[in-house]
């Protein structure tokens, strides 16, 4: 409860909250005030109409035609408003600019981890830069979860082998609480992280330290993450090949030629997975991996090669 | 007008064990349901005042977090399956809907008790779980988590798996008693709401059931044999279950809420001594909500990654199912409108049901909202939120419902004024124990949680002493009508003045086999105004009203009423 918010709701962090926000305030008043004349009426008739003597028999009302109708219209009106409103900011929350900075979020129980295509990875703090817009790729190693943050009225379930995104703009630096909000056994409630928004020049200077200095085959193990869904380290199947071992075989492809797995070839595969198709194996390898900054793939490449 | 072998009833016409375990009498059966049920209710009941107690200050306060977990998710799934849905259907609709239908039981009186048994099988089986493994997760077992844990689930799905059995049973039983069973001249439109709404629920008990059956037992198979269905490292999908899951059980919603509309009906019109008002609305609304309910399962899903069209839609849906809900409120308000009102117990908690259950449809229409819903997902404001509903609105209506139809039951009164003090305790320890969690879930506390943050601590202390206060006068009540047993004041024969057949052709208690003669029907369920001869010497009705029916008036003449056919 700060100076901005109320009893009911945390300061809005931005300014799509404060949207929610006023919503919730109308379905709020207008909810109170319809139950506070149900209640009235009812406490009105309860001593009005008390049962004077106990062989009273009132003769049945006749019913009134045009009140019922006043009560079924208007709430009617009434709830068409609140769900055209609600669909409109419900598009808005889901519906990420095209020019957001996207972040790598991946949920395991019970800890985050939130990667950047500059490389930087973060577990317990969520950085983002003020005032831009920021959308997470969300997807979680083993059960379902839930990314929530009060502050900014954003939350999405998190599911194992699919992305679902949210998207946010923060207002103001500060810190912003995030709770896993889908059940995912013992530790689910110590399922916490921080969003720590700063200034973009504080962001720029923080993702360029966390950034640097990794050996590049951590960097890779960390960025791998994307790639668990489809890809092995340990030979037992997926979608995608095992990378057990795949450095300096001899690959058979599905045109029946071979290929030797060496740095191009690893290379050529992340950002052109379509180029040489491993035999047994389907193209449905998406695209968006050439994204990668020359960091990360050098990472990549370099964590594959310690896979023996 | 003598009406009854001196004395003899249901209760006494015949004694022993195997009197009650092989009995065929609805009435006993309901009875034993209720003993059932209670006992569902009491354990729920001691594990809900366990997880408050923890959550009275953050961290450890009386066990750990695999202890908590699983004592929320054992508090939901015996309060869910084994109280909330076959409380009002199984206890109250065994026991008075035969008799205000003016049947001699009901259809299929075998199947009635083997839906009994079914029940208790299934209980037990569910209850293995707890020595068979953990159980967490809460009531909706959501995969991959499910499935990931212990053996557990395997007990708790194969019991909800049997006692859907005799929900179904238990729904198609009363379909047909009421198409094929009502008395000379109960029509449509004369048939106490009470029982429109328990037509209704049965409708949907036999339609929704099943698809909670198939539901579970995948989940059991995949979890037995690693088939996989839902979980995504089999190849599943667990966005898949949530559709399954919801698709019953928001309908079984409306088989928990329905019953509940019905008792409130009949306790608003014979506390009013008045027609309910809107009476068709009422009635063909019930049978409306039951089918619309199976088209809004979406609206538990906004945010769980099911198309952002199909959350629309099902946006959409839940506010045209909120309309006649609604409406349905201001028809039980209006009841009272030149009616003449009494605040007997019973009406207590049918006043407080129209306070709690309206707060608990307004906040529904604040979770409909698709932008506020993503927002207020998952956080104690749906907690708040489905309490207000399931047990403002479901347990409130049955406390109404167990003080109108006990001295018929048993034939004795309870203690009034303790009623009285108990049913203030009840609405006041109900409103301390959830109205915070409105609040601290609106700021952000979500559900589920062992532990929190100390900014949330206010409400959670607020909540848990009105754990307290709730918790005594449900014993309050345990303890008097317990009491009224024993040393309890005789029952009239029609202590509230009501009209329905159970209070105006049925001794008290009623005889084995409920009417001598199959009465005949004059007048609607709440035509006051048709019956006044009843009320000349006051408000109690103290002889039977057996005019038009020209029933024999003495138990020798009384024809032998055929066994029941299997």
Same mark, same amino acid.
């Given at each position: 409860?700060?100076?901005?918010?109320?009893? @009911?709701?945390?300061?809005?962090?931005?300014?799509?909250?404060?949207?929610?926000?006023?919503?919730? @305030?109308?379905?709020?008043?207008?909810? #109170?005030?319809?139950?506070?004349?149900?209640?009235?009426?009812?406490?009105?008739?309860?001593?009005?109409?008390?049962?004077?003597?106990?062989?009273?028999?009132?003769?049945?009302?006749?019913?009134?035609?045009?009140?019922?109708?006043? @009560?079924?219209?208007?709430?009617?009106?009434?709830?068409?408003?609140?769900?055209?409103?609600?669909?409109?900011?419900?598009?808005?929350?889901?519906?990420?600019?095209?020019?957001?900075?996207?972040?790598?979020?991946?949920?395991?129980? @019970?800890?985050?981890?939130?990667?950047?295509?500059?490389?930087?990875?973060?577990?317990?703090?969520?950085?983002?830069?003020?005032?831009?817009?920021?959308?997470?790729?969300? #997807?979680?190693?083993?059960?379902?979860?839930?990314?929530?943050?009060?502050?900014?009225?954003?939350?999405?379930?998190?599911?194992?082998?699919?992305?679902?995104s949210v998207w946010f703009q923060a207002e103001e630096?500060?810190?912003?609480?995030?709770?896993?909000?889908?059940?995912?056994?013992?530790?689910?409630?110590?399922?916490?992280? #921080?969003?720590?928004?700063?200034?973009?020049?504080?962001?720029?200077?923080?993702?360029?330290?966390?950034?640097?200095?990794?050996?590049?085959?951590?960097?890779?193990?960390?960025?791998?993450?994307?790639?668990?869904?489809?890809?092995?380290?340990?030979?037992?199947?997926?979608?995608?090949? #095992?990378?057990?071992?795949?450095?300096?075989?001899?690959?058979?492809?599905?045109?029946?030629?071979?290929?030797?797995?060496?740095?191009?070839?690893?290379?050529?595969?992340?950002?052109?997975?379509?180029?040489?198709?491993?035999?047994?194996?389907?193209?449905?390898?998406?695209?968006?991996?050439?994204?990668?900054?020359?960091?990360?793939?050098?990472?990549?490449?370099?964590?594959?090669?310690?896979?023996? | 007008?003598?009406?009854?072998?001196?004395?003899?009833?249901?209760?006494?016409?015949?004694?022993?064990?195997?009197?009650?375990?092989?009995?065929?009498?609805?009435?006993?059966?309901?009875?034993?349901?209720?003993?059932?049920?209670?006992?569902?209710?009491?354990?729920?009941?001691?594990?809900?005042?366990?997880?408050?107690?923890?959550?009275?200050?953050?961290?450890?306060?009386?066990?750990?977090?695999?202890?908590?977990?699983?004592?929320?998710?054992?508090?939901?799934?015996?309060?869910?399956?084994?109280?909330?849905?076959?409380?009002?259907?199984?206890?109250?609709?065994?026991?008075?809907?035969?008799?205000?239908?003016?049947?001699?039981?009901?259809?299929?009186?075998?199947?009635?008790?083997?839906?009994?048994?079914?029940?208790?099988?299934?209980?037990?089986?569910?209850?293995?779980?707890?020595?068979?493994?953990?159980?967490?997760?809460?009531?909706?077992?959501?995969?991959?988590?499910?499935?990931?844990?212990?053996?557990?689930?395997?007990?708790?799905?194969?019991?909800?798996?049997?006692?859907?059995f005799s929900s179904i049973l238990t729904g198609l039983?009363?379909?047909?008693?009421?198409?094929?069973?009502?008395?000379?001249?109960?029509?449509?439109?004369?048939?106490?709401?009470?029982?429109? !709404?328990?037509?209704?629920?049965?409708?949907?008990?036999?339609?929704?059931?099943?698809?909670?059956?198939?539901?579970?037992?995948?989940?059991?198979?995949?979890?037995?044999?690693?088939?996989?269905?839902?979980d995504p490292a089999l190849g599943g999908d667990p966005?898949?279950?949530?559709?399954?899951?919801?698709?019953?059980?928001?309908?079984?919603?409306?088989?928990?809420?329905?019953?509940?509309?019905?008792?409130? !009906?009949?306790?608003?019109?014979?506390? !009013?001594?008045?027609?309910?008002?809107?009476?068709?609305?009422?009635?063909?609304?019930?049978?409306?909500?039951?089918?619309?309910?199976?088209?809004?399962?979406?609206?538990?899903?906004?945010?769980?990654?099911?198309?952002?069209?199909?959350?629309?839609?099902?946006?959409?849906?839940?506010?045209?199912?909120?309309?006649?809900?609604?409406?349905?409120?201001?028809?039980?308000?209006?009841?009272?409108?030149?009616?003449?009102?009494?605040?007997?117990?019973?009406?207590?908690?049918?006043?407080?049901?129209?306070?709690?259950?309206?707060?608990?449809?307004?906040?529904?229409?604040?979770?409909?909202?698709?932008?506020?819903?993503?927002?207020?997902?998952?956080?104690?404001?749906?907690?708040?939120?489905?309490?207000?509903?399931?047990?403002?609105?479901?347990?409130?209506?049955?406390?109404? %419902?167990?003080?109108?139809?006990?001295?018929?039951?048993?034939?004795?009164?309870?203690? *009034?004024?303790?009623?009285?003090?108990?049913?203030?305790?009840?609405?006041?320890?109900?409103?301390?124990?959830?109205?915070?969690?409105?609040?601290?879930?609106?700021? %952000?506390?979500?559900?589920?949680?062992?532990?929190?943050?100390?900014?949330?601590?206010?409400?959670?202390?607020?909540?848990?002493?009105? !754990?307290?206060?709730?918790?005594?006068?449900?014993?309050?009540?345990?303890?008097?009508?317990?009491?009224?047993?024993?040393? %309890?004041?005789?029952?009239?024969?029609?202590?509230?003045?009501?009209?329905?057949?159970?209070?105006?052709?049925?001794?008290?208690?009623?005889?084995?086999?409920?009417?001598?003669?199959?009465?005949?029907?004059?007048?609607?369920?709440?035509?006051?105004?048709?019956?006044?001869?009843?009320? *000349?010497? %006051?408000? *109690?009705?103290?002889?039977?009203?057996?005019?038009?029916?020209?029933?024999?008036?003495?138990?020798?003449?009384?024809?032998?009423?055929? *066994?029941?056919?299997?």
């Amino acid at each position: 409860m700060g100076e901005n918010g109320s009893v @009911w709701l945390p300061d809005p962090g931005t300014t799509l909250a404060g949207e929610v926000d006023s919503l919730f @305030w109308f379905v709020f008043w207008a909810s #109170t005030i319809m139950f506070a004349m149900v209640v009235l009426a009812k406490v009105y008739f309860m001593v009005k109409y008390k049962r004077a003597n106990e062989s009273d028999v009132p003769e049945p009302v006749e019913e009134s035609k045009v009140l019922e109708a006043v @009560w079924i219209v208007v709430p009617t009106i009434l709830v068409l408003i609140v769900f055209t409103w609600g669909f409109d900011v419900f598009v808005k929350l889901y519906s990420a600019p095209p020019d957001s900075y996207e972040i790598n979020v991946r949920a395991q129980q @019970w800890s985050w981890e939130f990667s950047y295509n500059e490389g930087a990875t973060s577990y317990t703090e969520l950085y983002v830069p003020v005032g831009r817009p920021v959308k997470l790729n969300m #997807t979680s190693a083993d059960v379902l979860h839930s990314f929530f943050v009060p502050a900014f009225r954003v939350k999405h379930d998190i599911i194992p082998n699919r992305y679902t995104s949210v998207w946010f703009q923060a207002e103001e630096a500060g810190e912003y609480t995030i709770h896993c909000t889908e059940y995912c056994g013992t530790q689910h409630s110590g399922m916490n992280a #921080t969003v720590v928004a700063v200034s973009e020049e504080d962001f720029a200077a923080w993702i360029a330290e966390q950034s640097q200095d990794l050996p590049p085959a951590i960097l890779g193990q960390q960025v791998f993450a994307q790639c668990q869904a489809c890809h092995s380290v340990d030979g037992s199947p997926g979608i995608g090949p #095992t990378m057990q071992g795949l450095y300096g075989m001899e690959r058979p492809l599905a045109d029946g030629s071979t290929v030797v797995a060496d740095e191009d070839y690893l290379l050529e595969s992340i950002i052109n997975p379509m180029a040489k198709i491993a035999e047994g194996y389907q193209p449905v390898m998406p695209a968006g991996f050439s994204a990668l900054s020359q960091k990360q793939l050098d990472g990549l490449i370099a964590y594959i090669k310690t896979l023996e | 007008m003598s009406h009854s072998a001196p004395g003899l009833n249901y209760l006494n016409h015949s004694k022993g064990f195997k009197s009650w375990a092989l009995t065929l009498d609805h009435k006993r059966i309901g009875i034993m349901y209720m003993v059932a049920v209670s006992l569902a209710f009491l354990a729920g009941g001691i594990l809900a005042i366990l997880v408050r107690l923890e959550l009275l200050g953050p961290g450890e306060t009386i066990m750990g977090p695999d202890a908590y977990n699983q004592s929320f998710t054992l508090h939901a799934v015996l309060m869910v399956f084994a109280f909330i849905i076959p409380a009002i259907p199984a206890v109250m609709g065994n026991f008075v809907l035969p008799i205000q239908l003016g049947a001699k039981d009901v259809a299929f009186p075998r199947l009635n008790l083997a839906s009994l048994y079914i029940y208790l099988i299934g209980a037990v089986i569910a209850m293995m779980a707890l020595v068979n493994g953990r159980i967490d997760g809460g009531w909706t077992f959501y995969a991959p988590y499910s499935t990931s844990i212990g053996n557990g689930i395997l007990f708790v799905t194969a019991g909800v798996f049997v006692m859907g059995f005799s929900s179904i049973l238990t729904g198609l039983n009363f379909i047909v008693t009421v198409h094929k069973m009502r008395a000379p001249g109960l029509t449509w439109n004369r048939l106490p709401l009470f029982i429109w !709404s328990i037509y209704a629920t049965s409708i949907v008990q036999v339609l929704a059931t099943p698809v909670i059956g198939i539901t579970v037992l995948l989940l059991f198979l995949e979890k037995a044999f690693s088939i996989g269905i839902f979980d995504p490292a089999l190849g599943g999908d667990p966005v898949l279950f949530q559709h399954f899951f919801w698709f019953y059980s928001h309908p079984a919603v409306y088989i928990m809420i329905l019953p509940a509309f019905g008792v409130i !009906s009949d306790l608003m019109g014979t506390f !009013s001594r008045h027609q309910v008002s809107g009476y068709k609305f009422v009635a063909l609304s019930s049978v409306a909500i039951a089918f619309l309910g199976f088209l809004v399962w979406g609206h538990h899903m906004f945010v769980s990654g099911q198309s952002a069209v199909s959350s629309v839609v099902f946006s959409l849906i839940t506010y045209l199912i909120g309309i006649p809900t609604g409406v349905k409120v201001i028809n039980w308000v209006q009841t009272m409108y030149k009616g003449s009102v009494q605040l007997k117990s019973p009406m207590l908690y049918a006043i407080m049901f129209l306070f709690t259950f309206s707060i608990g449809g307004f906040t529904g229409i604040i979770l409909g909202v698709l932008a506020i819903d993503v927002h207020l997902h998952d956080t104690y404001f749906v907690v708040a939120h489905f309490h207000y509903v399931m047990m403002g609105g479901n347990v409130i209506a049955a406390l109404g %419902g167990l003080h109108y139809w006990w001295p018929k039951m048993f034939g004795k009164m309870y203690n *009034e004024t303790l009623a009285k003090i108990a049913a203030f305790l009840v609405f006041f320890g109900f409103n301390l124990t959830f109205f915070p969690q409105f609040i601290m879930g609106a700021q %952000g506390m979500p559900r589920r949680y062992y532990d929190y943050l100390p900014q949330y601590e206010f409400y959670h202390a607020l909540s848990t002493y009105g !754990s307290w206060v709730l918790a005594a006068g449900l014993f309050l009540i345990m303890f008097y009508m317990i009491a009224s047993l024993i040393n %309890g004041k005789k029952a009239g024969l029609n202590p509230w003045g009501a009209l329905t057949l159970e209070w105006t052709h049925t001794t008290t208690p009623p005889d084995h086999h409920n009417f001598h003669d199959t009465p005949v029907v004059t007048r609607g369920a709440y035509d006051f105004h048709l019956a006044k001869h009843l009320f *000349e010497h %006051g408000g *109690e009705v103290t002889e039977l009203d057996l005019g038009g029916d020209g029933s024999a008036a003495t138990p020798e003449e009384a024809p032998v009423p055929n *066994e029941p056919v299997a």
